[in-house]
């Protein structure tokens, strides 16, 4: 995603914080690298978020590329076992954690206060700090490669195999310190989305009027706030075990290596659902919009959206049919994975019949959702197959598995993703993707999709093993459609879908260069961040908005007629928009830039760089954090009263909350 | 209209920091869970040095507990004098609860060397990995704890506490009392009930 | 509606749906439509899980085959229901629509059916877990033992199968068929993963652990597996064979592995080849009844050289017809495809033959001993063992001489 400079924007009051409690002065500058640098401005981080996670899909992407080059024909020779060992692990953490994750943070950054109608997060520092760290986190992990050989040991990392011995290189080291990093980003993240969407909501706005978006963060971020910490101690054992010489996952003292399997599918699960859910709230913003109907079943969508987050706590064990649990764990398991499916299914009907009636309008973003509705269907059916678990005993660890979590992580995740993008484009970035080039991206991305992981069924069920650098004539079976045929189809496929992504990065790059501004409200919305500017002023919104509907802004532009139900418009996105701008109010207190994020977040690598290589780092790194902490906590957060411009002391002076995070 | 987006407006009625504090202690129970049960599974598990049973003091970490308890206690005396807004005993009572926080680390470090010179060090055994890890996880947090309030009474020094004064001796307490819940409950799996 | 109101409504819907149809499907229809000619065709992969040769894995098979049916089935309503609703409610012009928010009575409806039909396949899965589980039927046990990167097989003494000594092989799990075994699986290292897929799921195995697998074959025959726990370096190179003998068959089985070792003749090849193995390979690998020259027996010693402990038994070599895990094979491949395609009256007795000259993989066998870390990734390099006391993971390159390699083999086929 390219950062496009937008107009400098224009604030009611001019801030100039001249005064400081923290060691360092202030930022000011409202330009420049350092605008961005020093930003808590949501959305400035969340367009920062999603260009490095699109940054991390590419490199993921990559990654992916040569998997697909190495088993596009038996004994590949592209890359040796330890490399391809490394790939796959790699492929996986960065897609899971350095590009769907950030990427859903990004969004939920970005669209989470305007849709709420607030003008920030309730911690703006804390939300500038998770950004670096998870950037910081991703840098560190990544590092590896370069420093002896990455992680090798699968994303699952499942233990003895992660040990010393047989993991020798800093690869693992390297994983588990920079995954710690990115959990401390999630947490902070999560804990800032919990307390602004708690806390934060414009006038009116009840839990059961908050687009359907905002609803799925907040699910999300609860997920997140308790699934962290499991992942947590889990990488702790494992680092202690691997520098400090604990015995948790060592056999011969008597550990049990199902110890860390349960830890990590605690987490595992639930990471799923974060996955997955973001995007399903894309969706569910989108084809309300495009099919001109409010989402049908809206307390339907936010209860089987919560009953998921709930339910996918009990349902970990699913990822163990095979490790040898006693029957009846794998029957309760069982049970609780065929429950989730049901309001799984829920959302799939509602988004059918919120169609259903509508007044169908096709574009890319509307394309996106639609095949996400479809494609994601098949990974949850086929999930279906696997919650049955003696059926799961035949497919877990085959391509069979592979299959199934693309389709319900690409053909879900990534395709509402992708439907956001082309969504909200005009909002973030005030201009409109080229529709023409989106419904290529669109094709080629679906196109490419099924003939990647459609035939990774087929390979699954004819006894295709995950996880092998090399696959063998002996086992390919006989005939035209075997092995070869089937593995050649998903790297011919892989790359066709690389070609479709690659459209999606020129489709940004001739958008950026084209002076077309897109309307105030090119796709006739529905959610309240479409009233305010594109993109919107950093204060977003001119009067904070008083909501007295579920898509409000819609009902401001539409009257129903009592008897026959017709929407008539009543007034524009323009109107409403002046209407703001005379209203405006005088004085915005802003949140102010601060230099103590970046600086903390920048600690942390240093102290993990130092628990490899010589404990010495580290010590340095523990003293930028504790100096940084001192900075943040000295300074407040919004710049006193006294640095503004036409003071009047005891006015009552209209701004934002001011916070200490 | 000015009352809602005026100063510390909440939807809730919390504020921010509370809620905040609120949620990552909320974290903080599934962190203190997964420590926990990683010692329950190992706790028995010894295939060298001392059992649990042969080099638990209960009397001297009985005191230590009762001290860091007493610690709770000058807390909430804290938090009550923040809310009458009386400076002196803010940093008094602020003081004391560091002071029996640090009797409590202090304790521990006494703990530590002892065990560690009966022969379990951290890599001994199951046991000696996953106490110290869950034990010391915990002085950590009694330690950043201990940190937040010497540093708190240093910044009220300077009478230079950004936001509300009785808002941040609040978060700090809820921390506070937190860590303490969570020693409670070690102190009762790991040394009180018997292996 | 009058026949002429009829026809018009129909020419407009079909015309409406063939534009969509070429507009936006057909690229999908041709691509779905391909697939499922495709998929029909059977491929007979070794591996495939939808071919079952036993019981148990047949039991899994009854209970899938509905549950992907079911699947399909909602599957294609689905995309019917989301394509139908595309092409109905497109823009024509027609007016912003009511704004109806639901129809709970619809909604609850909807959630209940799939609950209902996930609740019936519970009820079936419950039932097939519970007999999968089952160990109170065994007729006969087999220790299965995983290690970073090959299976070790062994017979504990079991009178009524003829085995009045435990038999220790690897490379193929030999067993007979119609019985109930029951694998003990455990590992020495890492996690692995035991999978004959012909024969049932898999089950993990775990080190510090013993997991039971049920295995039962009705037929005999050889059904192939690969270890599925990634399980490091070679994990794509951990192979199994289950071979599956007919009773009287298995009985020559097991009285071959049982018979002494027989010394090569003096002043041949093969004699030589034994002394070179007494130099090199019995560090590791066990030959029971070998003796060194000074009449002592040769007994091997992995566990001060192997950091797992165990290096697979070469007794007997010549009864198998694989090696290194699996990976590869002792026979030429056009003897290999005798035996795996021989008719289920006959494999048995193709099997018990062995490996003769004539058939013996020679290019294989030589390769991996010159130099056995090339051909199969494992770590066997010196400077990686530092972590591991110095001690190898896998077979480790031991500059053998072309002369010792040929007399070695030599040596090797004597080991019937």
Same mark, same amino acid.
């Given at each position: 995603m390219a950062i496009i400079e937008r107009p400098a924007p224009t604030l009611p009051a001019i801030v100039t914080p001249t005064t400081t409690y923290g060691v360092l002065k202030r930022p000011v500058s409202a330009t420049g690298w350092r605008s961005w640098v020093f930003t808590v401005d949501h959305k400035k981080l969340g367009i920062m978020y999603g260009a490095t996670a699109m940054f991390f899909f590419i490199v993921g992407g990559v990654e992916a590329l040569l998997i697909r080059l190495q088993l596009a024909a038996p004994n590949g020779k592209v890359l040796n076992a330890d490399l391809y060992n490394q790939m796959f692990t790699m492929h996986a953490t960065t897609m899971v954690f350095l590009f769907v994750m950030p990427m859903a943070a990004g969004f939920a950054n970005y669209f989470v206060p305007l849709q709420i109608g607030a003008r920030d997060v309730a911690f703006p520092r804390l939300n500038a700090f998770g950004f670096w760290a998870f950037l910081f986190g991703g840098i560190f992990l990544n590092m590896a490669w370069f420093l002896g050989g990455a992680a090798d040991g699968g994303w699952f990392m499942y233990a003895p195999n992660s040990g010393p011995v047989f993991s020798p290189t800093n690869g693992v080291d390297f994983w588990a310190l920079g995954l710690q990093i990115t959990g401390i980003a999630s947490l902070t993240g999560a804990i800032n989305l919990i307390i602004t969407v708690l806390n934060m909501r414009a006038p009116g706005m009840s839990l059961m009027r908050m687009p359907i978006f905002t609803w799925m963060i907040t699910v999300v971020q609860f997920l997140l706030l308790f699934a962290v910490p499991v992942i947590t101690v889990a990488l702790f054992l494992l680092s202690f075990q691997r520098n400090f010489g604990a015995q948790f996952f060592d056999v011969a003292a008597g550990a049990d290596p199902l110890l860390w399997q349960h830890l990590f599918w605690i987490f595992g699960h639930p990471e799923v659902y974060i996955l997955i859910l973001p995007s399903f709230g894309i969706v569910s913003e989108v084809l309300p919009v495009f099919s001109r109907k409010p989402l049908f079943g809206y307390p339907f969508v936010v209860f089987s959206g919560a009953a998921i987050g709930f339910v996918g706590w009990g349902v970990w064990a699913h990822h163990m049919f095979a490790s040898g649990l006693g029957p009846v764990s794998v029957a309760v398991f069982s049970l609780t994975t065929m429950a989730i499916a049901v309001p799984t299914g829920v959302k799939i009907i509602n988004w059918t019949l919120t169609m259903w009636g509508g007044k169908l309008w096709f574009t890319t973003a509307m394309k996106f959702a639609i095949g996400l509705i479809v494609l994601f269907t098949v990974g949850g059916l086929s999930g279906v197959t696997h919650a049955v678990a003696p059926s799961d005993t035949q497919q877990t660890d085959t391509y069979y598995i592979v299959a199934h979590f693309h389709y319900v992580l690409f053909g879900g995740a990534v395709l509402g993703i992708f439907s956001g993008f082309y969504y909200w484009w005009p909002k973030v970035f005030g201009k409109m993707l080229n529709e023409k080039l989106g419904s290529w991206n669109f094709w080629l991305m679906v196109i490419g999709l099924n003939l990647t992981f459609g035939p990774m069924h087929i390979l699954g #069920? /004819?006894? /295709?093993?995950?996880?092998?650098?090399?696959?063998? +004539?002996?086992?390919?079976? +006989?005939?035209? !459609? *075997? !092995? @070869? !045929?089937? *593995?050649?189809? @998903? %790297?011919?496929g892989s790359f066709i879908l690389a070609v479709g992504i690659l459209l999606f990065l020129i489709n940004v790059v001739i958008t950026a260069r084209n002076p077309q501004k897109a309307p105030l409200d090119p796709w006739n919305a529905r959610s309240l961040e479409w009233m305010t500017t594109n993109p919107p002023k950093e204060h977003n919104f001119d009067v904070i908005p008083t909501v007295h509907h579920l898509d409000d802004f819609f009902h401001q532009k539409y009257e129903e007629d009592a008897t026959t139900h017709i929407m008539t418009q009543v007034r524009t996105a323009e109107e409403i928009m002046a209407e703001q701008e005379r209203n405006a109010e005088k004085h915005i207190h802003m949140p102010s830039p601060s230099y103590w994020p970046i600086v903390l977040a920048f600690g942390l690598p240093v102290i993990t760089f130092g628990l490899i290589y010589s404990h010495l780092i580290s010590v340095i790194g523990g003293v930028i954090v504790l100096f940084a902490a001192y900075g943040w906590a000295l300074e407040s957060s919004t710049a006193p009263d006294s640095d503004f411009e036409n003071n009047s002391p005891g006015s009552g002076l209209d701004k934002v909350t001011a916070n200490h995070d | 209209m000015t009352d809602v987006i005026h100063g510390h407006a909440s939807s809730t009625g919390i504020s921010n920091v509370k809620l905040g504090m609120w949620a990552f202690l909320g974290s903080e129970c599934l962190l203190f869970g997964g420590l926990i049960s990683t010692y329950m599974l190992y706790r028995g598990r010894v295939t060298g040095g001392p059992r649990p049973s042969q080099i638990f003091d209960i009397p001297f970490t009985? &005191?230590?507990? !009762?001290?860091?308890?007493? %610690?709770? #206690?000058?807390? &909430? #005396?804290?938090?009550?004098? @923040?809310?009458? =807004? =009386? =400076?002196?005993?803010? *940093?008094?009572?602020l003081t004391v609860t560091a002071l029996l926080g640090a009797t409590f680390v202090g304790g521990q470090v006494y703990e530590f060397t002892a065990f560690y010179k009966e022969g379990l060090g951290f890599s001994t055994s199951l046991f000696g990995s996953s106490f110290y890890t869950l034990t010391g996880f915990h002085g950590v947090h009694v330690t950043v704890g201990i940190i937040m309030l010497m540093s708190l009474v240093g910044i009220l020094k300077r009478s230079s506490v950004p936001g509300k004064k009785a808002e941040v001796v609040e978060m700090i307490g809820l921390y506070w009392h937190f860590v303490d819940i969570v020693w409670i409950i070690i102190f009762t799996l790991v040394y009180l009930i018997p292996v | 509606m009058s026949r002429r109101q009829f026809d018009n409504w129909l020419r407009a819907t079909i015309a409406s749906v063939r534009v969509v149809l070429r507009k936006v499907f057909k690229p999908l229809v041709v691509v779905a439509g391909v697939s499922v000619v495709v998929a029909g065709c059977a491929t007979n992969a070794p591996q495939d899980t939808w071919q079952p040769k036993g019981p148990n894995s047949k039991l899994i098979d009854d209970l899938q085959q509905p549950v992907f049916a079911v699947a399909g089935i909602i599957g294609l309503i689905v995309a019917v229901a989301v394509i139908y609703t595309m092409i109905k409610y497109r823009d024509r012009g027609q007016p912003i629509p009511e704004q109806i928010h639901g129809k709970p009575a619809l909604e609850i409806t909807l959630t209940v059916i799939p609950a209902l039909i996930l609740a019936v396949v519970s009820v079936f899965t419950f039932g097939a877990i519970f007999k999968l589980a089952k160990t109170d039927d065994t007729q006969m046990i087999i220790n299965v033992t995983g290690q970073q990167w090959w299976w070790e097989y062994d017979y504990p003494a079991q009178n009524e199968f003829g085995i009045t000594q435990p038999i220790i092989t690897s490379g193929q799990l030999v067993m007979p068929v119609g019985t109930k075994v029951l694998l003990r699986e455990t590992s020495r290292d890492v996690i692995h993963s035991y999978w004959i897929p012909a024969l049932n799921g898999k089950r993990d195995a775990v080190p510090g652990r013993v997991h039971t697998l049920r295995l039962e074959a009705d037929k005999p025959g050889i059904y192939a597996g690969q270890c599925t726990e990634f399980c490091g370096l070679s994990h794509a190179n951990m192979r199994m064979e289950a071979v599956a003998l007919s009773k009287e068959d298995f009985a020559k089985w097991v009285a071959n592995q049982q018979a002494p070792y027989v010394a090569p003749a003096k002043e041949t090849l093969a004699q030589q080849g034994e002394e070179v193995f007494l130099n090199q390979c019995v560090r590791c690998h066990q030959v029971n009844g070998l003796m060194r020259a000074d009449g002592t027996p040769a007994i091997a010693a992995p566990d001060e050289n192997v950091w797992s402990g165990a290096a697979p038994n070469l007794s007997h070599l010549m009864s198998r017809n694989t090696f290194a895990g699996a990976m590869f094979d002792l026979l030429s491949k056009q003897c290999r495809d005798e035996v795996w395609n021989a008719p289920s009256e006959v494999v048995g007795a193709k099997y018990l033959a062995g490996v003769t000259e004539e058939c013996l993989n020679q290019k294989d066998l030589r390769a991996w001993l010159r130099n056995a870390p090339e051909v199969k990734p494992m770590y066997a390099n010196p400077a990686d063992l530092a972590v591991s006391n110095g001690k190898y993971r896998g077979m480790p390159y031991l500059a053998l001489s072309e002369d010792d390699i040929t007399k070695l083999v030599a040596y090797l086929i004597t080991l019937k």
């Open positions: #069920l /004819q006894g /295709q093993p995950r996880r092998m650098y090399q696959w063998t +004539e002996a086992r390919a079976g +006989e005939g035209f !459609f *075997n !092995f @070869a !045929f089937w *593995n050649l189809v @998903a %790297s011919i | 009985s &005191v230590s507990s !009762f001290v860091l308890l007493m %610690s709770s #206690l000058t807390m &909430v #005396l804290a938090v009550s004098a @923040a809310h009458k =807004d =009386d =400076d002196r005993k803010i *940093n008094l009572w | -």
